[in-house]
């Protein structure tokens, strides 16, 4: 692990100090009663990945970090660390509450997927999450821009993207290719400010 994150593990795990000096004189059942009823912070979660850092592994990250927020008992939160190949992401501290709520989004959609087809590709969504964090003019045209070029990509050579346009162009089989790029579009529009925004939203990067 770096020397920046250990120093984030080491800034994160500080015992709490005593407001005045200690004297010899002071009442020490007082002073045990302070430390014990002190919160202490909690170490940050941290973990190292052997790859970049793409949007599904981002994704996979934050839902430990819900969990992780969830499930802890002590106070004040604490920070997950991932170290990626290129970067390092800092998902910062949510109160269980917050994350439950983050958490059910997702468990939402999972609870519906075999009734419902989801047409909400991850990559479209962490894409037009960052069109709206700029405040883009002509919003609308970007996504449909943006779906239509993932689809129907013009640099064949890449491998990824035959293999999405295939599947989806599967799963519509004889249906205008329009039609297909528009139903996508407003599942992004719809999904990515409950979804992706908040991932993006409580995560701080550091470039290596």
């Known amino acids: 692990m770096s020397t920046t994150t250990s120093a984030s593990l080491n800034k994160h795990t500080k015992r709490p100090t005593?407001?005045?000096?200690?004297?010899?004189?002071?009442d020490n059942r007082r002073y045990i009663h302070y430390l014990l009823t002190q919160p202490r912070a909690q170490p940050p979660m941290a973990t190292l990945h052997p790859s970049k850092a793409r949007?599904?592994?981002?994704?996979?990250?934050?839902?430990?970090?819900?969990?992780?927020?969830?499930?802890?008992t002590t106070n004040p939160p604490a920070p997950t660390i991932i170290e990626f190949y290129d970067q390092r992401l800092t998902f910062i501290p949510l109160d269980a509450q917050q994350a439950h709520h983050h958490l059910s989004a997702w468990l939402n959609i999972w609870q519906n997927l075999p009734q419902q087809l989801w047409l909400a590709p991850i990559e479209l969504q962490f894409k037009y999450a960052e069109i709206i964090q700029k405040n883009t003019a002509e919003r609308e045209k970007k996504l449909h821009t943006l779906c239509n070029d993932w689809l129907y990509p013009n640099d064949y050579s890449q491998i990824?993207?035959?293999?999405?346009?295939?599947i989806w162009q599967h799963l519509f089989n004889h249906h205008p290719q329009?039609?297909?790029?528009?139903?996508?579009?407003?599942?992004?529009?719809?999904?990515?400010?409950k979804l992706i925004l908040p991932i993006l939203e409580h995560t701080e990067r550091a470039y290596d």
Do not use: F, G
């Open 18 to 26: 005593h407001p005045h000096p200690i004297d010899k004189h002071c």
């Open 55 to 72: 949007d599904k592994h981002m994704l996979k990250a934050w839902l430990e970090h819900l969990l992780w927020q969830i499930k802890r």
């Open 160 to 166: 990824y993207s035959l293999d999405a346009r295939h």
């Open 178 to 193: 329009n039609l297909l790029i528009k139903h996508i579009a407003q599942q992004v529009e719809y999904y990515t400010p």
